[in-house]
Protein backbone atom coordinates (compact mmCIF):
# COMPACT_ATOMS: atom_id res chain seq x y z
CA UNK A 1 0.00 0.00 0.00
CA UNK A 2 1.28 3.38 -0.85
CA UNK A 3 2.65 5.11 2.05
CA UNK A 4 2.81 1.96 4.63
CA UNK A 5 6.50 1.92 4.15
CA UNK A 6 6.77 5.71 5.20
CA UNK A 7 4.25 5.00 8.16
CA UNK A 8 6.31 2.46 9.48
CA UNK A 9 9.69 4.26 9.26
CA UNK A 10 7.66 6.43 11.77
CA UNK A 11 6.25 4.15 13.68
CA UNK A 12 9.83 2.39 14.57
CA UNK A 13 11.75 5.37 14.97
CA UNK A 14 8.89 6.63 17.63
CA UNK A 15 9.32 3.14 19.40
CA UNK A 16 13.00 3.61 19.62
CA UNK A 17 12.85 7.18 21.24
CA UNK A 18 10.54 5.75 23.90
CA UNK A 19 13.83 3.45 25.43
CA UNK A 20 16.66 6.46 24.46
CA UNK A 21 16.35 8.78 25.42
CA UNK A 22 12.32 8.64 26.76
CA UNK A 23 12.71 6.12 29.47
CA UNK A 24 16.08 6.80 29.99
CA UNK A 25 14.65 10.37 31.01
CA UNK A 26 11.73 9.00 33.35
CA UNK A 27 13.86 6.86 35.20
CA UNK A 28 16.62 8.86 34.95
CA UNK A 29 14.43 11.90 36.73
CA UNK A 30 12.87 9.28 39.59
CA UNK A 31 16.63 8.22 40.59
CA UNK A 32 18.62 9.74 43.27
CA UNK A 33 21.37 12.43 41.95
CA UNK A 34 24.27 9.89 43.01
CA UNK A 35 22.56 7.03 40.28
CA UNK A 36 20.97 9.17 37.51
CA UNK A 37 23.60 8.79 34.92
CA UNK A 38 24.26 4.70 35.41
CA UNK A 39 20.65 4.48 35.20
CA UNK A 40 20.89 6.17 32.25
CA UNK A 41 23.30 4.12 30.96
CA UNK A 42 21.51 0.62 31.76
CA UNK A 43 18.73 1.92 29.06
CA UNK A 44 21.48 2.87 26.51
CA UNK A 45 23.33 0.23 26.85
CA UNK A 46 20.19 -2.55 26.69
CA UNK A 47 19.62 -0.17 23.71
CA UNK A 48 22.93 -1.39 22.16
CA UNK A 49 23.62 -4.88 23.38
CA UNK A 50 19.85 -6.22 22.18
CA UNK A 51 20.08 -3.98 19.07
CA UNK A 52 23.33 -6.12 17.64
CA UNK A 53 21.88 -9.39 19.31
CA UNK A 54 18.26 -8.71 17.62
CA UNK A 55 19.90 -9.13 14.46
CA UNK A 56 21.85 -11.61 14.53
CA UNK A 57 19.61 -14.10 16.39
CA UNK A 58 16.66 -12.54 17.25
CA UNK A 59 14.69 -12.00 14.41
CA UNK A 60 15.53 -15.64 13.45
CA UNK A 61 14.31 -16.33 17.06
CA UNK A 62 11.03 -14.47 17.14
CA UNK A 63 9.99 -15.05 13.70
CA UNK A 64 12.30 -17.59 11.81
CA UNK A 65 11.92 -21.28 12.03
CA UNK A 66 9.03 -24.12 11.70
CA UNK A 67 6.92 -22.66 13.84
CA UNK A 68 8.14 -24.94 17.17
CA UNK A 69 8.30 -23.67 20.49
CA UNK A 70 12.18 -22.22 19.85
CA UNK A 71 12.50 -21.60 16.35
CA UNK A 72 16.17 -22.14 14.85
CA UNK A 73 18.41 -19.40 15.76
CA UNK A 74 20.46 -19.61 12.86
CA UNK A 75 18.20 -20.20 9.87
CA UNK A 76 18.20 -16.36 9.25
CA UNK A 77 21.49 -15.63 11.37
CA UNK A 78 22.37 -12.03 10.80
CA UNK A 79 19.45 -11.77 8.32
CA UNK A 80 21.01 -14.50 6.13
CA UNK A 81 17.64 -14.21 3.17
CA UNK A 82 15.41 -11.75 4.54
CA UNK A 83 15.14 -8.91 2.28
CA UNK A 84 16.09 -5.63 2.44
CA UNK A 85 12.48 -4.50 1.98
CA UNK A 86 11.46 -6.06 4.99
CA UNK A 87 14.12 -4.69 7.05
CA UNK A 88 11.77 -2.09 8.09
CA UNK A 89 9.84 -4.70 10.00
CA UNK A 90 12.86 -6.17 11.67
CA UNK A 91 13.43 -3.17 12.66
CA UNK A 92 10.34 -2.62 14.31
CA UNK A 93 10.29 -5.75 17.03
CA UNK A 94 13.85 -4.78 17.68
CA UNK A 95 12.59 -1.90 19.38
CA UNK A 96 10.43 -3.83 21.45
CA UNK A 97 12.82 -6.07 22.39
CA UNK A 98 15.29 -3.16 23.59
CA UNK A 99 12.54 -1.72 25.77
CA UNK A 100 11.09 -4.65 27.06
CA UNK A 101 15.06 -5.29 28.59
CA UNK A 102 15.66 -1.90 29.65
CA UNK A 103 12.14 -1.39 31.14
CA UNK A 104 13.57 -3.71 33.90
CA UNK A 105 16.42 -1.83 34.89
CA UNK A 106 14.09 0.75 37.15
CA UNK A 107 13.47 -2.57 39.73
CA UNK A 108 17.77 -2.03 40.87
CA UNK A 109 18.13 1.62 40.94
CA UNK A 110 21.21 2.73 42.13
CA UNK A 111 22.75 -1.04 44.06
CA UNK A 112 23.30 -3.56 40.47
CA UNK A 113 26.86 -3.71 38.94
CA UNK A 114 27.40 -2.39 35.57
CA UNK A 115 29.16 -5.58 34.37
CA UNK A 116 26.36 -7.91 35.77
CA UNK A 117 23.61 -5.50 34.06
CA UNK A 118 25.24 -6.08 30.56
CA UNK A 119 26.17 -9.90 31.64
CA UNK A 120 22.05 -10.31 32.32
CA UNK A 121 20.86 -8.41 29.56
CA UNK A 122 22.28 -10.65 26.20
CA UNK A 123 21.34 -13.78 28.32
CA UNK A 124 17.79 -12.79 29.46
CA UNK A 125 16.99 -11.45 26.06
CA UNK A 126 18.04 -14.48 24.67
CA UNK A 127 16.22 -17.11 27.12
CA UNK A 128 13.61 -15.49 28.13
CA UNK A 129 12.15 -12.49 25.67
CA UNK A 130 13.06 -13.82 22.06
CA UNK A 131 11.22 -17.32 22.48
CA UNK A 132 8.50 -15.90 24.64
CA UNK A 133 7.98 -12.78 21.53
CA UNK A 134 7.72 -16.14 19.10
CA UNK A 135 5.01 -17.78 21.18
CA UNK A 136 2.90 -14.44 21.55
CA UNK A 137 3.15 -12.31 18.12
CA UNK A 138 4.69 -14.97 16.09
CA UNK A 139 3.47 -18.85 16.91
CA UNK A 140 0.26 -19.71 14.72
CA UNK A 141 0.09 -22.96 15.52
CA UNK A 142 -2.25 -24.04 18.86
CA UNK A 143 -0.46 -27.14 19.68
CA UNK A 144 1.83 -27.82 22.72
CA UNK A 145 5.13 -27.74 20.07
CA UNK A 146 4.39 -24.60 19.39
CA UNK A 147 3.85 -23.39 23.04
CA UNK A 148 1.41 -20.23 21.62
CA UNK A 149 0.00 -18.03 24.42
CA UNK A 150 -3.69 -18.02 23.51
CA UNK A 151 -4.72 -14.73 24.71
CA UNK A 152 -5.17 -11.56 22.96
CA UNK A 153 -2.05 -9.25 22.94
CA UNK A 154 -2.04 -6.58 20.12
CA UNK A 155 1.47 -5.12 20.90
CA UNK A 156 3.25 -6.60 24.28
CA UNK A 157 0.95 -6.59 27.59
CA UNK A 158 2.09 -10.09 28.32
CA UNK A 159 5.32 -10.01 26.35
CA UNK A 160 7.10 -6.89 27.10
CA UNK A 161 5.21 -5.78 30.02
CA UNK A 162 4.13 -8.28 32.39
CA UNK A 163 7.28 -10.35 31.34
CA UNK A 164 9.40 -7.18 31.74
CA UNK A 165 7.81 -6.40 35.75
CA UNK A 166 7.68 -9.88 36.80
CA UNK A 167 11.88 -9.94 35.45
CA UNK A 168 12.01 -6.48 37.36
CA UNK A 169 10.32 -8.48 40.92
CA UNK A 170 12.65 -11.32 40.48
CA UNK A 171 15.78 -8.92 39.98
CA UNK A 172 15.02 -6.42 42.70
CA UNK A 173 14.51 -9.57 45.42
CA UNK A 174 17.44 -11.05 44.08
CA UNK A 175 19.99 -8.01 43.93
CA UNK A 176 18.54 -6.69 47.83
CA UNK A 177 17.02 -4.01 48.69
CA UNK A 178 18.88 -0.23 48.52
CA UNK A 179 20.29 0.88 51.86
CA UNK A 180 18.07 2.55 54.44
CA UNK A 181 14.87 1.56 52.22
CA UNK A 182 12.24 2.26 54.17
CA UNK A 183 13.67 4.11 56.51
CA UNK A 184 15.66 6.90 55.04
CA UNK A 185 13.73 9.76 52.30
CA UNK A 186 14.67 8.33 48.15
CA UNK A 187 12.57 11.32 46.42
CA UNK A 188 12.93 11.73 43.00
CA UNK A 189 15.37 13.99 41.71
CA UNK A 190 14.50 15.67 39.27
CA UNK A 191 10.72 15.44 38.75
CA UNK A 192 11.37 18.12 35.84
CA UNK A 193 13.14 14.92 33.70
CA UNK A 194 10.37 12.37 34.42
CA UNK A 195 7.39 14.48 33.19
CA UNK A 196 9.52 15.12 30.19
CA UNK A 197 10.44 11.60 29.89
CA UNK A 198 6.76 10.44 30.12
CA UNK A 199 5.62 12.84 27.58
CA UNK A 200 7.73 11.56 25.31
CA UNK A 201 7.22 7.86 26.35
CA UNK A 202 3.47 8.81 25.05
CA UNK A 203 4.10 10.32 22.09
CA UNK A 204 6.72 7.43 21.38
CA UNK A 205 3.50 4.71 22.41
CA UNK A 206 1.58 5.67 19.15
CA UNK A 207 4.22 4.10 17.25
CA UNK A 208 4.31 1.09 19.50
CA UNK A 209 0.32 0.44 19.42
CA UNK A 210 -0.62 1.78 16.34
CA UNK A 211 2.59 0.32 14.31
CA UNK A 212 1.66 -3.22 15.74
CA UNK A 213 -1.38 -3.43 13.37
CA UNK A 214 -1.36 -7.00 11.21
CA UNK A 215 -2.89 -7.48 7.72
CA UNK A 216 -5.11 -10.07 7.54
CA UNK A 217 -6.79 -8.67 3.78
CA UNK A 218 -6.10 -10.61 1.03
CA UNK A 219 -5.91 -7.36 -1.67
CA UNK A 220 -4.92 -4.07 -1.14
CA UNK A 221 -8.39 -2.92 -0.74
CA UNK A 222 -9.25 -4.80 1.69
CA UNK A 223 -6.05 -3.89 3.68
CA UNK A 224 -6.32 -0.35 3.11
CA UNK A 225 -9.97 -0.32 4.93
CA UNK A 226 -8.37 -2.43 7.69
CA UNK A 227 -5.43 -0.19 7.99
CA UNK A 228 -8.10 3.09 8.25
CA UNK A 229 -10.81 1.07 10.86
CA UNK A 230 -8.13 -0.41 12.67
CA UNK A 231 -5.37 2.51 13.29
CA UNK A 232 -8.00 4.72 14.40
CA UNK A 233 -9.41 2.12 16.71
CA UNK A 234 -5.76 2.11 18.49
CA UNK A 235 -4.88 5.63 18.38
CA UNK A 236 -8.09 6.51 19.85
CA UNK A 237 -7.96 3.91 22.77
CA UNK A 238 -4.01 4.85 23.36
CA UNK A 239 -5.35 8.28 23.89
CA UNK A 240 -8.08 7.97 25.82
CA UNK A 241 -7.06 5.27 28.11
CA UNK A 242 -4.10 7.36 29.29
CA UNK A 243 -6.19 10.28 29.89
CA UNK A 244 -8.87 8.09 32.62
CA UNK A 245 -5.18 6.65 33.80
CA UNK A 246 -4.00 10.24 34.86
CA UNK A 247 -7.42 10.89 36.35
CA UNK A 248 -7.82 7.76 38.52
CA UNK A 249 -4.22 7.82 39.37
CA UNK A 250 -4.40 11.22 40.98
CA UNK A 251 -8.05 10.46 42.32
CA UNK A 252 -6.55 7.80 44.31
CA UNK A 253 -3.47 9.41 45.45
CA UNK A 254 -5.51 12.39 46.80
CA UNK A 255 -7.59 9.98 48.87
CA UNK A 256 -4.60 7.86 50.17
CA UNK A 257 -1.97 10.71 50.71
CA UNK A 258 -3.84 13.63 50.74
CA UNK A 259 -1.92 15.28 47.64
CA UNK A 260 -2.12 14.78 43.62
CA UNK A 261 1.52 14.81 42.30
CA UNK A 262 3.49 15.43 39.12
CA UNK A 263 4.69 11.96 39.78
CA UNK A 264 1.24 10.90 40.35
CA UNK A 265 0.10 12.21 36.85
CA UNK A 266 3.62 11.08 35.11
CA UNK A 267 3.17 7.43 36.78
CA UNK A 268 -0.54 7.32 35.63
CA UNK A 269 0.71 8.08 32.11
CA UNK A 270 2.72 5.08 31.67
CA UNK A 271 -0.21 2.99 33.58
CA UNK A 272 -2.59 3.76 31.30
CA UNK A 273 -0.15 3.09 28.25
CA UNK A 274 0.65 -0.11 29.58
CA UNK A 275 -2.69 -1.22 30.14
CA UNK A 276 -4.34 -0.39 27.06
CA UNK A 277 -0.98 -2.22 25.03
CA UNK A 278 -2.59 -5.10 24.51
CA UNK A 279 -6.11 -3.89 24.39
CA UNK A 280 -5.90 -1.34 21.54
CA UNK A 281 -7.16 -3.05 19.06
CA UNK A 282 -9.76 -5.08 21.10
CA UNK A 283 -11.75 -2.41 22.74
CA UNK A 284 -14.16 0.26 21.87
CA UNK A 285 -13.43 3.30 23.24
CA UNK A 286 -15.87 2.92 26.41
CA UNK A 287 -13.63 -0.22 26.80
CA UNK A 288 -10.51 1.88 26.49
CA UNK A 289 -12.15 4.31 29.16
CA UNK A 290 -12.91 1.53 31.80
CA UNK A 291 -9.42 -0.29 31.07
CA UNK A 292 -7.49 3.18 31.62
CA UNK A 293 -9.54 4.23 34.94
CA UNK A 294 -9.10 0.62 36.73
CA UNK A 295 -5.31 0.00 35.31
CA UNK A 296 -4.57 4.10 36.97
CA UNK A 297 -6.37 2.72 40.16
CA UNK A 298 -5.24 -0.19 40.96
CA UNK A 299 -1.65 0.53 39.74
CA UNK A 300 -1.53 3.97 41.79
CA UNK A 301 -2.61 1.42 45.03
CA UNK A 302 -0.24 -0.96 43.89
CA UNK A 303 3.12 0.86 43.72
CA UNK A 304 2.64 1.18 47.62
CA UNK A 305 3.22 -2.90 48.20
CA UNK A 306 6.36 -2.62 48.50
CA UNK A 307 7.04 -1.41 51.65
CA UNK A 308 3.93 -3.82 52.97
CA UNK A 309 5.79 -6.76 50.92
CA UNK A 310 9.08 -5.70 51.67
CA UNK A 311 10.74 -6.02 48.44
CA UNK A 312 13.06 -2.69 46.68
CA UNK A 313 11.24 -2.30 43.49
CA UNK A 314 13.59 1.37 43.15
CA UNK A 315 11.04 2.67 40.25
CA UNK A 316 7.90 0.95 40.45
CA UNK A 317 8.38 -1.34 37.59
CA UNK A 318 6.23 -3.80 39.20
CA UNK A 319 3.63 -1.70 40.20
CA UNK A 320 3.16 -0.28 37.05
CA UNK A 321 4.52 -2.80 33.96
CA UNK A 322 3.59 -6.04 35.96
CA UNK A 323 0.30 -4.97 37.56
CA UNK A 324 -0.86 -2.84 34.85
CA UNK A 325 0.20 -5.51 32.07
CA UNK A 326 -2.09 -7.95 34.02
CA UNK A 327 -5.02 -5.45 34.17
CA UNK A 328 -4.37 -4.30 30.32
CA UNK A 329 -4.38 -8.32 29.51
CA UNK A 330 -7.44 -9.63 31.89
CA UNK A 331 -9.64 -7.10 31.17
CA UNK A 332 -9.46 -7.49 27.29
CA UNK A 333 -11.79 -10.82 28.62
CA UNK A 334 -14.90 -8.50 29.95
CA UNK A 335 -14.19 -5.78 26.86
CA UNK A 336 -13.23 -7.00 23.76
CA UNK A 337 -15.89 -6.93 20.94
CA UNK A 338 -16.21 -8.93 18.15
CA UNK A 339 -15.33 -6.38 15.56
CA UNK A 340 -12.47 -5.84 17.26
CA UNK A 341 -8.68 -7.32 16.21
CA UNK A 342 -9.33 -10.42 17.96
CA UNK A 343 -13.53 -10.86 16.78
CA UNK A 344 -14.14 -12.04 20.19
CA UNK A 345 -16.69 -10.68 22.82
CA UNK A 346 -15.61 -10.54 25.93
CA UNK A 347 -18.01 -11.30 29.32
CA UNK A 348 -19.52 -8.19 28.78
CA UNK A 349 -20.37 -8.44 25.57
CA UNK A 350 -22.32 -11.17 25.61
CA UNK A 351 -19.22 -13.32 24.52
CA UNK A 352 -18.94 -15.97 28.06
CA UNK A 353 -16.28 -16.72 29.92
CA UNK A 354 -14.11 -18.31 27.31
CA UNK A 355 -12.12 -15.49 26.32
CA UNK A 356 -11.55 -14.28 30.35
CA UNK A 357 -10.36 -17.65 30.73
CA UNK A 358 -8.13 -17.36 27.79
CA UNK A 359 -6.69 -13.58 28.95
CA UNK A 360 -5.71 -14.69 32.29
CA UNK A 361 -4.21 -17.88 31.37
CA UNK A 362 -1.76 -16.01 28.65
CA UNK A 363 -0.73 -13.62 31.55
CA UNK A 364 0.00 -16.62 34.25
CA UNK A 365 1.72 -18.44 31.45
CA UNK A 366 3.84 -15.00 31.03
CA UNK A 367 4.57 -14.68 34.97
CA UNK A 368 6.00 -18.08 35.44
CA UNK A 369 7.78 -18.20 31.84
CA UNK A 370 9.64 -15.44 32.87
CA UNK A 371 9.63 -15.54 36.76
CA UNK A 372 12.19 -18.96 36.76
CA UNK A 373 14.32 -18.12 33.84
CA UNK A 374 14.90 -14.46 35.39
CA UNK A 375 15.77 -16.35 38.70
CA UNK A 376 17.86 -18.64 37.05
CA UNK A 377 19.66 -16.50 34.99
CA UNK A 378 20.15 -13.86 38.54
CA UNK A 379 21.37 -16.83 40.56
CA UNK A 380 23.97 -17.77 37.74
CA UNK A 381 25.37 -14.38 37.41
CA UNK A 382 25.26 -13.41 41.41
CA UNK A 383 27.23 -16.83 41.83
CA UNK A 384 29.89 -16.07 39.31
CA UNK A 385 30.76 -11.90 38.94
CA UNK A 386 27.90 -10.66 41.87
CA UNK A 387 25.07 -8.52 41.70
CA UNK A 388 25.32 -5.85 43.49
CA UNK A 389 27.68 -3.12 43.89
CA UNK A 390 29.64 -2.84 47.45
CA UNK A 391 27.91 -0.44 50.41
CA UNK A 392 31.05 2.20 50.08
CA UNK A 393 30.04 2.66 46.15
CA UNK A 394 26.46 2.44 47.05
CA UNK A 395 26.55 5.43 49.33
CA UNK A 396 28.74 7.34 47.74
CA UNK A 397 26.79 6.59 44.33
CA UNK A 398 27.16 4.23 42.14
CA UNK A 399 27.41 7.21 39.36
CA UNK A 400 30.98 7.35 40.38
CA UNK A 401 31.76 3.91 40.96
CA UNK A 402 31.24 2.67 37.89
CA UNK A 403 31.30 5.54 35.33
CA UNK A 404 33.34 7.78 36.84
CA UNK A 405 31.09 10.35 36.75
CA UNK A 406 28.87 12.78 38.50
CA UNK A 407 25.50 14.51 36.64
CA UNK A 408 25.72 17.52 38.21
CA UNK A 409 29.28 19.41 38.28
CA UNK A 410 28.46 21.40 41.12
CA UNK A 411 31.25 22.07 43.17
CA UNK A 412 33.64 23.52 39.78
CA UNK A 413 35.29 26.70 41.45
CA UNK A 414 34.29 29.64 39.01
CA UNK A 415 37.13 31.28 39.68
CA UNK A 416 40.24 28.69 39.10
CA UNK A 417 40.91 29.80 35.56
CA UNK A 418 42.00 33.58 34.04
CA UNK A 419 39.12 35.93 33.08
CA UNK A 420 36.10 34.50 35.04
CA UNK A 421 33.34 37.51 34.83
CA UNK A 422 32.22 36.00 38.90
CA UNK A 423 35.91 37.02 40.16
CA UNK A 424 37.49 34.91 42.98
CA UNK A 425 35.18 35.74 45.69
CA UNK A 426 31.86 32.71 44.46
CA UNK A 427 34.59 29.84 44.46
CA UNK A 428 33.02 26.57 45.56
CA UNK A 429 33.53 24.83 48.40
CA UNK A 430 35.02 21.49 48.52
CA UNK A 431 33.33 18.31 47.42
CA UNK A 432 32.16 16.59 50.21
CA UNK A 433 32.13 12.73 50.47
CA UNK A 434 28.43 12.45 51.32
CA UNK A 435 27.58 14.39 48.09
CA UNK A 436 23.78 13.27 47.11
CA UNK A 437 23.85 10.45 49.50
CA UNK A 438 20.55 11.03 50.61
CA UNK A 439 19.67 12.64 47.12
Known amino acids: MDGYYAFMLVATALVLMMTVPALALFYGGMSRSKSVLNMMMMSFSAAAIVGILYVAVGWSMGFGGDGTFFANPFELFWLDGVATDSYIFVMFQMTFAIITVALISGAVEGRMKFAAWLAFVPVWALVVYFPLAHMVFSCTDDSLICGRIGAQDYAGGTAVHINAGVAGLVLAIMVGKRLGFGKEPMRPHNLTLTMLGAGMLWLGWYGFNVGSIVFGGTTDEENLAQFYAETGRTFANTTLATFAAILAWLL ?36 AVAIGAISGAICAWAVGLKFKLGYDDSLDVVGVHLVGGIVGTVLIGLFSTADGAGGVDGLFYGGGFGSLGDQTLGALVAIVYSGVLTALIALAIKFTIGLRIDDEAEVEGID ?8 YDLHTSLSSGKGSAFGSSLAAPSPSKSEGASA
Do not use: C
Not at 255 to 282: C, D, E, R
Open 252 to 287: VERLLHGKATSLGAASGIVAGLVAITPAAGAVDIEG
Open 400 to 407: GAAHGESA
